[in-house]
């Protein structure tokens, strides 16, 4: 089945998480300005953001550097508190979950980094790494442990040799294997992968993406893929979420996005683009307007600076994510020309 008729009956089931106008507000160091200013300083890494995660589904995040991806998929793992909205997993809201409740879910929701080194203790072996999780929450007895732990690194494409290694011991891909492994030994719902092949070099990075669609076909784990790379997004994501400083700008299946993006700036990353407004010879700089402040009293769309196509309503208000078609939302009010190439 293709990604997109996939993504469309999966749309018919009840969502694995509901993110519901979720905001998650970071306080910001007292500054100079903030002292002159007597103004509490704060940045929504996350702007009131609403978001089904359905069951089964990769959905990727990408954007910018910046753009919120990884506070969102931390503020999904609970690893942050909401200043606003709410987070439903199966049903239950999680939004104000403490203690052990906290502490049972994370259990079902597991991060992977960028960095595989520096979330694996150097001083473990690779038994270690997979074998406590494993202990721990007694998913296996002492004695089945060696036999639970090899059939892991199978199914991570490593052979059980890779046992009595040491982090330094590993290359980059590897690591992130043993990384992507320690995950699966809790059989999460969802696994929230940060940039996790982006700093890999390309050959080892299409293996581990291999490796993420197998785990999928095989497990039907539901994945949130964070990646500032499109590319890489449409090789493994069913729904694609496009996000720009803390806002969700569209949100579509692969296809959609790629081939009918209805947001300036997903039309920006994909490069097929007119030049933006900053980029046009003909618009004079002070006309093309400063980049958005999110730190400041900006009004008006986020992208507002920086778009081709903008128009005197964009200055008013950030256009809420309105439904084009089943499956398709787009935040921005000149939506219908987009796209018309
Ligand atoms: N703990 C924090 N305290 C204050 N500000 C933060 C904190 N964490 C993130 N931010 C800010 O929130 C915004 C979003 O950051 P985030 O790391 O979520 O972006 P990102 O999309 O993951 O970027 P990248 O692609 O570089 O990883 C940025 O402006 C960042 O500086
Ligand atoms: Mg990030």
């Not at 293709?2 to 018919?12: I, K």
């Amino acid at each position: 089945m293709s990604l997109a008729a996939d993504a469309r009956n999966l749309g018919a089931a009840e969502p694995l998480m509901r993110i519901d106008d979720l905001t998650i507000r970071f306080k910001l160091g007292q500054g100079l300005s903030g002292i002159m200013s007597d103004q509490p300083k704060h940045l929504d890494a996350v702007d009131r953001v609403s978001l089904d995660i359905r069951k089964g589904e990769v959905l990727g995040l990408v954007g910018e550097s910046g753009s919120g991806k990884t506070t969102l998929g931390k503020a999904i793992l609970r690893l942050y508190d909401a200043h606003q909205g709410s987070i439903s997993f199966r049903g239950t809201d999680i939004t104000r979950l403490r203690g052990s409740s906290l502490k049972a879910l994370r259990r079902d929701l597991q991060m992977i980094f960028q960095d595989p080194a520096s979330s694996l203790n150097p001083r473990q072996t690779v038994r270690t790494v997979l074998a406590t999780p494993l202990l721990l929450h007694r998913i296996c007895r002492p004695d089945e442990v060696d036999r639970k732990v090899d059939e892991i690194l199978t199914q991570v494409g490593l052979s059980p040799t890779f046992r009595s290694r040491f982090p330094h011991e590993l290359s980059g891909g590897q690591l992130q294997r043993v990384a992507i492994g320690r995950a699966l030994t809790l059989s999460p719902d969802l696994i929230v992968a940060d940039e996790a092949v982006s700093k890999l070099d390309v050959s080892v990075r299409s293996q581990i993406l291999n490796l993420f669609r197998d785990i999928q076909d095989e497990l039907g784990t539901t994945m949130v893929f964070i990646t500032h790379d499109l590319h890489v997004a449409r090789y493994l994501c069913h729904r694609i979420g496009v996000m720009y400083f803390g806002k969700l700008l569209e949100l579509g299946p692969t296809n959609e996005i790629y081939e009918n993006p209805r947001h300036p700036y997903t039309e920006a990353l994909l490069g097929t683009l007119k030049p933006t407004v900053k980029d046009d010879p003909d618009v004079p700089v002070e006309e093309a307007g400063e980049a958005y402040n999110p730190t400041g009293e900006t009004v008006g769309c986020r992208y507002y600076a920086r778009c081709p196509y903008r128009v005197d309503q964009c200055k008013t208000a950030h256009p809420p994510l309105e439904d084009i078609s089943d499956e398709h939302k787009v935040a921005c009010y000149e939506w219908r020309r987009i796209g018309q190439r």
